[in-house]
């Protein structure tokens, strides 16, 4: 028998399309939080990898909106048209895709990334669980101990 938990969800990978696991961070004791992103080629090689800290925005869905905003201005600044984002907030990705309503906590958010989105040529945002996104989760808590941005590549490889 096989479920979400160990087996990660089939995904139709296209060469065209890039994947974008983003993932955000937040410890209210310290109130820091802190967004982690990776893009890879269908292949699996790794394009880019990002972290940064954020103001602390007090609600974990804020957070991952950040992230996912930053990730589609990153898309935009490197002219990837063609992306899948992979987020493990099943709430914020219900909301992108329509199948729920924004909250009113990322509702300007949400927007922002419904104009953007027509800038692109096919973007879907999908979830997946925390356990098979460990890499974006990983850099987002890394990223609470710096004091900027960090990047990997400073531009998308042809």
Known sequence: MSDASTNPPLLTLSSE????????????KTRKASIGMVALKASGDVLYAYDSPIPFVGK??????????????????YSR???????DSLTMVQMLNG????????????????????HLS???FKYLSRGFNT??????????ALLSEVSWFDKFPV
């Open 81 to 87: 048209k063609n992306i899948d984002i992979l987020s």
């Open 17 to 28: 399309k890039v994947l974008f696991y983003v993932d955000a961070g937040m410890d209210p």
């Open 99 to 118: 199948s729920r309503g924004p909250s009113w906590e990322v509702n300007t958010l949400c927007e922002d990334f419904w104009a953007l989105q027509q």
């Open 60 to 77: 974990a869905i804020i957070a991952e909106a950040w992230a996912i905003r930053k990730e589609i201005q990153m898309t935009m600044k």
């Open 135 to 144: 890499c974006s989760h990983k850099l987002a808590k890394f990223s609470f």
């Open 122 to 124: 096919d973007v879907s």
